[in-house]
C-alpha cells in the first residue's frame, strides 16, 4: 500500500481571530505540525487540502483574506500538492482522485479541520471511492455546536464524529499511535 498525508483546511480562519474559531485548534495544528514532519522526513507524499469559500456572503475562507491561507504549523513545501475545494468532501469537484490514482495511492492518514464536517465527509467520500483511511484524531479540531437550543461541546461533537468513524469508515488513532 502507499500511503500520503491529507491534511485537511488547517487555515487561519479557524484559529482565534478568525472568521470561524474553533475549540483547540493550536493544540490540533502543533500536533498535526509534527506528523507533517515525521511524514516528510520518511519522503511520504503529503497533499494539503484548502477551503476557498468564494461568495459575497461567505463570512469565512474568503480568497484575498489572511484567513484563507494554510496555517503556518503546516506550511506546504513548494513541491507538496494543493488541492483547492468548494465544499466539505474534499473530493467533490476537486482532482483529488486524480492525483491520488497519478501517485498510487491507496491509503490516506488524514487530519485536518473540522472534525464534524470536512473531515467527516472527506473520510466517507475516501473509503467509498476504495481507499483504506486512518484519522489522527488529536491533529483535529472541531466547534461548539448547537441544535435546536441544546448546546453540544467542541470534545463531545469531536468524540461523536471520531466514534461513527471509527466504527464503519476508518481507523481512529492518536499521533502516539501513527507508525509512518
Known amino acids: 500500500m502507499t500511503k500520503a498525508l491529507l491534511i485537511i483546511d488547517i487555515q487561519n480562519d479557524y484559529f482565534p481571530g478568525g472568521g470561524s474559531p474553533l475549540v483547540g485548534p493550536e493544540a490540533a495544528a502543533q500536533v498535526a505540525g509534527t506528523v507533517l514532519q515525521r511524514f516528510r522526513q520518511d519522503n511520504q507524499p503529503v497533499i494539503h487540502v484548502q477551503h476557498v469559500w468564494d461568495d459575497p456572503e461567505a463570512g469565512y475562507m ?3 483574506t489572511t484567513g484563507v491561507e494554510i496555517h503556518s504549523a503546516v506550511t506546504p513545501l513548494e513541491h507538496e500538492t494543493i488541492i483547492v475545494k468548494t465544499h466539505p468532501n474534499a473530493f467533490l469537484e476537486t482532482n483529488l482522485s486524480e ?3 497519478e501517485g498510487g495511492i491507496d491509503e490516506l492518514v488524514v487530519m485536518g479541520m473540522m472534525t464534524s464536517v470536512c473531515i467527516d465527509a ?3 467520500a ?3 471511492s ?3 483511511v486512518t484519522v489522527v484524531a488529536d491533529a483535529c479540531a472541531a ?4 441544535f435546536r437550543g441544546r448546546t453540544v461541546a467542541a470534545a463531545d461533537v469531536h468524540a461523536a464524529f471520531l466514534a461513527a468513524l471509527a466504527g464503519h469508515y476508518a481507523d481512529v488513532i492518536t499521533s502516539a499511535e501513527l507508525v509512518v
Not at 143 to 146: A, H, S
Open 143 to 146: 466547534p461548539d455546536l448547537t
Open 62 to 64: 474568503r480568497p484575498g
Open 122 to 124: 472527506t473520510v466517507r
Open 99 to 101: 492525483k491520488l490514482k
Open 126 to 128: 475516501a473509503v467509498d
Open 130 to 132: 476504495g481507499l483504506s
